[in-house]
């Protein structure tokens, strides 16, 4: 689903980045640790402040991302990152990854998950990329926030069968997904990493 007018302000400020970085990453990078030397996907990179940090903070060596809004693709074309030879970036559907299975050594999801009606079938997806022995950063929004009278109504998301940490962390699990770590705050936002089991 497309965000809505006060969803992309915010996505597009300053103060979104600095919350990207200083919140969100810290949170995964905590949880999870570094991707240096990997290759790494970013599904529903937005304005493209994810693949900076994948570079910068967690030393990935390349990273593809997409994203279903052609004009943030656009936007990302105009930065640094994406300047560089090892990164490749189109318009997609986290439902529908055009790469091969057992792609990825990590794949990053910066609040994108729940922006999907059939959010299931975005997890299996996700699972179905990564290599065996890959890692899941993820990072979402949950059902309380979403279903919210004040939070939720400044935001458009898809409102039926969203979820909570646990329908979540049992998608992840149902997937065939080694869940290793959880962080949640405030029953707003959660972060999880999992794993692909190795072969
Ligand atoms: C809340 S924004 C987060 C953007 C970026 N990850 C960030 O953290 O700044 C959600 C993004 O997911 C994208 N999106 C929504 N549904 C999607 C889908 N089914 N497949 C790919 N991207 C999607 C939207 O276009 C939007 O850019």
């Known amino acids: ?3 809505n007018f006060f969803e992309r302000i915010f996505i597009l400020s300053p103060f979104r980045s ?9 949170q995964l990078f905590d949880l999870g640790g570094l991707t240096a030397g990997k290759t790494v996907l970013e599904v529903g990179c937005g304005p493209g402040g994810g693949i900076d940090l994948i570079y910068d903070f967690f030393g990935a060596t390349a990273v593809d991302a997409f994203d279903m809004d052609p004009e943030m693709v656009a936007r990302i074309r105009q930065r640094k990152s994406y300047r560089k030879p090892t990164t490749h970036l189109w318009t997609g559907n986290v439902r529908q990854i055009p790469v091969a299975s057992n792609r990825y ?6 609040g994108v ?8 079938a975005a997890v299996a997806e996700v699972f179905r990329v990564l290599k065996p022995g890959g890692r899941f950063f993820c990072e979402e ?9 004040v939070w939720g109504r400044l935001m458009k998301h ?15 699990k149902h997937s065939g997904f080694d869940v290793r770590r ?5 029953n707003l936002y959660l972060w999880v990493i999992a794993d692909k089991p190795g072969e």
Do not use: G
């Not at 600095?18 to 810290?26: D, G, I, S």
């Not at 998950?113 to 299931?120: E, F, L, M, S």
């Not at 959880?182 to 405030?186: G, V």
């Open 1 to 3: 689903m497309k965000l």
């Open 18 to 26: 600095l919350v990207q970085r200083h919140l969100e990453a810290r």
């Open 105 to 110: 050594d990590a794949v990053f999801n910066f």
């Open 113 to 120: 998950i729940h922006h999907v009606v059939d959010w299931r």
């Open 141 to 149: 929004i949950l059902k309380h926030y979403i279903t919210h009278p």
């Open 158 to 172: 898809p409102q039926n069968d969203r979820f909570d940490r646990a329908a979540f962390v049992s998608a992840l």
């Open 182 to 186: 959880i962080r949640e705050m405030a």
